[in-house]
């Protein structure tokens, strides 16, 4: 066989010339069209899903004060939630809802600009919540919902007595769900990586996972709120600006087990983005 039509191996990954490159290329470009008409597919039947009114009365605080679920619309038609995991117990914000939360201000000027209002709820004091914000340098709006049912109505707050039972609903399942339940046992038994990832919030891993991600999607319309969609989960994926930028990266997400590898981002102690650098990725 000719050299240029030799494939070869190196670090276990194929190497080829630049019109094999090619053929490749395209075939992985027809499944990305069926990728893209199939999502617009589905985008289409998340907006059909009916919708559910919301009498229920929930007053949230605000950097303007008590507001109602109807007042984070701010004017807009339609609403969009980030429930952001940070628990009253917690000391700083879940650090994978801080990823995903980087970047909600540069998507909020435009969602704004279209009739959707952005904006994420959290259990936690507001108090927490502005120091928080002050410190990850965000600026969208973020509602404290500690003292109503919001979060335990939309299931991502779990009571200690749920966790215990397993008497639970998350992510549509209902029961045990293993993420959430069952938590409470012995510390030699808790993942290494959540131990982790519970310490940099101040809590331990039974506190932590008493929250849990997700967004939900409400109208409002004729003075009545309407919740439309909710989603947890992988079903966070597509707005984790993060990821889908990986996902078009040679190594992918390139993770290893639970391995907690990303931090805040004003965490890192090396790269163009630490306190220690000038932003210069040549620094």
């Known amino acids: 066989m000719e050299h240029n039509k030799e494939i070869h191996e190196i670090n276990n990954h194929k190497v080829a010339t ?9 075939e992985l470009l027809k ?8 999502s617009d597919k589905v985008a289409q039947l998340r907006q059909q899903l009916p919708w559910v009114r919301l009498d229920k009365e929930y007053i949230f605080e605000t950097d303007e004060g008590k507001v109602s679920l109807a007042d984070l619309f701010c004017g807009r038609s339609q609403l969009l939630i980030y429930h952001f995991m940070f628990g009253p117990e917690y000391t700083a ?3 994978s809802c801080s990823s995903i939360a980087d970047g909600f201000d540069g998507f909020a000027v435009h969602l704004a600009n279209h009739d959707v209002m952005l904006a994420a709820v959290s259990r936690a004091p507001l108090v927490k919540l502005q120091e928080y914000k ?3 340098g965000w600026s969208f709006p973020w509602a404290s919902s500690l003292g109503n049912d919001f979060n335990y109505d939309f299931n ?3 009571t200690e007595e749920q966790q215990r039972s397993g008497a639970l609903a ?9 993420s959430r339940t069952n938590e409470i046992k012995a510390v030699e038994q808790v993942p290494e990586a959540g131990k982790k990832i519970a310490a940099t919030t101040g809590t331990d891993w039974p ?3 008493r929250e849990a991600p997700g967004m939900s999607a409400f109208v409002l319309k004729d003075g009545v709120v309407y919740h439309t969609y909710s989603t947890y989960e992988r079903g966070l994926d597509g707005l984790w600006g993060m990821y889908q930028w990986l996902d078009r990266a040679p190594l992918g997400r390139n993770e290893a087990g639970n391995t907690i590898w990303f931090s805040r981002h004003d965490e890192y102690e090396n790269g163009p983005n630490s306190k ?3 932003g210069s990725c040549c620094s």
């Open 18 to 26: 630049e019109n094999e490159w090619l053929e490749a290329r395209l």
């Open 31 to 38: 499944a990305e069209k069926e990728l893209t008409r199939h």
């Open 93 to 95: 914000g879940c650090p």
């Open 134 to 136: 002050q410190r990850m």
């Open 156 to 158: 991502v707050s779990f």
């Open 170 to 178: 998350y992510n549509y399942r209902t029961g045990n769900v293993s």
């Open 207 to 209: 506190i932590y996972t």
């Open 276 to 278: 220690s650098k000038s």
